[in-house]
Structure formats: C-alpha cells, structure tokens
C-alpha cells in the first residue's frame, strides 16, 4: 500500500520555526517528486514546494522563498520542510504528495496524498 504520512505541524508564534516531516512507504522518494501544498479554510490548494528524488532539485513559492527549506532522507524515504520566520499567514493545513519525477507545483500531478497537519501561527 502506497501511503504518506505528515508530522511536524503545531501551534507557534510569528517568527518561530517548525519542521515537518512526510515518511513514505510502498514506494521510494527517490524515484518521485515530492511536494508539500497546504490549504487555509476558504481558500485554494496551493504548492509550497517540491523536491525531484532522482536529482535532488527544489523550487518554492515565492511567498516561502528565504524562509522554507526542504530536505530529503533517502535512508528513511522521508522529505522534510523546515519552515523559518513563520507568518499568521502561513496558517494552513499542511499536505505532502507524491507524483511523477517531474517539476511541478501542481496539485493534478500528483497521485498519492497524506492526511495533512495542521500549522498554526499565532501573532
């Protein structure tokens, strides 16, 4: 079963840091593009950030550019996204999926899910 599980999320004030963590198993970060997207109430799925497993690459939004960083553990099939200088706007829920060896921050690109963590950033 191919399953993806978030972690990390929780409750912090401007200006603090969280990392989250998405393990995978039935399958190998290395041979997919895995990218973290959150969802604030209201408001649409949008891409934060991926990562290619076969090389190693990543691209963020311009609205996390300086402050997010994502990271992969092949050893472990985990990525994780370390989020410095958080912002109330960054309140979301966060989801991490699976896809293609393609760069995209699209959300139709990718086949597999997890469950999504909640972040929250207090003023």
């Known amino acids: 079963e191919v399953q993806l599980v978030e972690s990390g999320g929780g409750l912090v004030q401007a200006g603090g840091s969280l990392r989250l963590s998405c393990a995978a198993s039935?399958?190998?970060?290395?041979?997919?593009?895995i990218g973290w997207f959150r969802q604030a109430p209201g408001k649409e799925r949008e891409g934060v950030s991926y990562?290619?497993?076969?090389?190693?690459?990543?691209y963020y939004a311009d609205s996390v550019k300086g402050r997010f960083t994502m990271s992969s553990d092949l050893a472990k099939n985990t990525v994780y996204l370390q989020m410095d200088s958080l912002k109330p706007e960054d309140t979301a829920v966060y989801y991490c999926?699976?896809?293609?060896?393609?760069?995209?921050?699209?959300?139709?690109?990718?086949?597999?899910w997890g469950q999504g963590t909640q972040v929250t950033v207090s003023s």
């Open positions: 999926a699976a896809g293609p060896p393609i760069a995209t921050l699209g959300p139709r690109e990718y086949d597999y």
């Open positions: 039935g399958f190998t970060f290395d041979d997919y593009t």
């Open positions: 990562i290619v497993g076969h090389n190693g690459m990543t």
